[in-house]
C-alpha cells in the first residue's frame, strides 16, 4: 500500500512564474490537507479539503495560492505568481476520516529564484 | 489563537546520557502527536497520545501527556547516535470545528558518539 505521494520532489521557479504541487493521498483517504514549512520551523497548516470540497483554508494566503481535490486525480495546490517569500517545503498529509491519523508525505521542496 | 512550544529548540548531548523535551499548548485538548523529522525528509509518526495521563513507550523514547497542565513532554532515555533528528509535538485543537493540526516549534536534537 503505496504511502502519501508527492510530485515533483524539488521545483525550481523564477518569481512570477506558476508552481503546480502534487499530492496522491492513500489508498483509502478521502481528507486532504496541506502544510507549508519554512527553514528552522515546524510546520504550518494551509488547507484541509475532502473530495471537490474545500473545508478550511484558514491557513492559506488570500491571494495567489490555491487548492483543489477533484473527483478524479491528485490534489493540487497551486501557487500564481510566485515570490522569493514562497520558497519552502510544502508538505501534505492525508487521512481516512475526520479524526483519523494524518500521513504525511514526503514533500515537495520548492525553490523560487 | 492556539501556540504550541517546544524547549529546548536546539539540544546537542552524549550518547548514553538522557534528557527530556517539553512541549506546552495553550488551549484544551486531548490529542497530541509526536513526530520525527529528518532532514530532507516527511515526519515519521512517534506517538499518539489520546488522554490525560496517557503514557506511551517505543525502544529509548517515552512520551508523556499532561492535559491539566498542558504538557506533553519526550524523554530520551540512553541516547545513541541514530536517534538525532528533529522532533516535532503536535496539538489537535478540537473542538474547533474542522480538525488541522498546530505544530510546535521543534527540537533539534544531535547526539554526539
Known amino acids: 500500500n503505496a504511502g502519501v505521494m508527492q510530485n515533483p520532489r524539488h521545483l525550481v521557479r523564477r518569481r512570477g512564474q506558476e508552481a503546480r504541487l502534487r499530492c496522491s493521498p492513500m489508498?483509502?483517504?478521502?481528507?486532504v490537507y496541506w502544510y507549508r514549512q519554512l527553514p528552522e520551523e515546524g510546520l504550518k497548516f494551509m488547507v484541509y479539503?475532502?473530495?471537490?470540497?474545500?473545508?478550511?483554508e484558514s491557513g492559506m494566503p488570500k491571494e495567489r495560492f490555491s487548492a483543489e481535490f477533484p473527483k478524479e486525480g491528485p490534489s493540487i495546490l497551486r501557487i500564481q505568481q510566485v515570490v522569493r517569500g514562497d520558497s519552502a517545503a510544502y508538505f501534505c498529509?492525508?487521512?481516512?476520516?475526520?479524526?483519523?491519523?494524518?500521513?504525511f508525505g514526503s514533500g515537495t521542496q520548492l525553490s523560487v529564484l | 489563537e492556539l501556540k504550541v512550544e517546544q524547549n529546548p529548540l536546539f539540544l546537542s548531548m552524549q550518547e548514553g546520557k538522557n534528557y527530556t523535551i517539553y512541549c506546552n499548548y495553550s488551549?484544551?485538548?486531548?490529542?497530541l502527536y509526536w513526530y520525527r523529522q529528518d532532514p530532507g525528509k516527511s515526519l515519521e509518526s512517534l506517538f499518539v497520545?489520546?488522554?490525560?495521563?496517557a503514557v506511551k513507550q517505543e525502544g529509548r523514547l517515552m512520551a508523556s501527556l499532561d492535559t491539566k497542565a498542558r504538557l506533553s513532554t519526550l524523554h530520551i532515555t540512553a541516547a545513541v547516535h541514530d536517534l538525532s533528528a528533529t522532533y516535532f509535538c503536535?496539538?489537535?485543537?478540537?473542538?474547533?470545528?474542522?480538525?488541522?493540526?498546530?505544530f510546535g516549534t521543534g527540537t533539534r536534537l544531535k547526539v554526539l558518539a
Open positions: 479539503l475532502q473530495k471537490e470540497n474545500i473545508i478550511d
Open positions: 489508498k483509502g483517504h478521502s481528507h
Open positions: 498529509a492525508s487521512s481516512r476520516g475526520y479524526g483519523e491519523k494524518l500521513f
Open positions: 488551549t484544551t485538548s486531548d490529542r
Open positions: 497520545l489520546l488522554s490525560n495521563g
Open positions: 503536535a496539538v489537535d485543537p478540537r473542538p474547533s470545528g474542522t480538525y488541522k493540526y498546530i
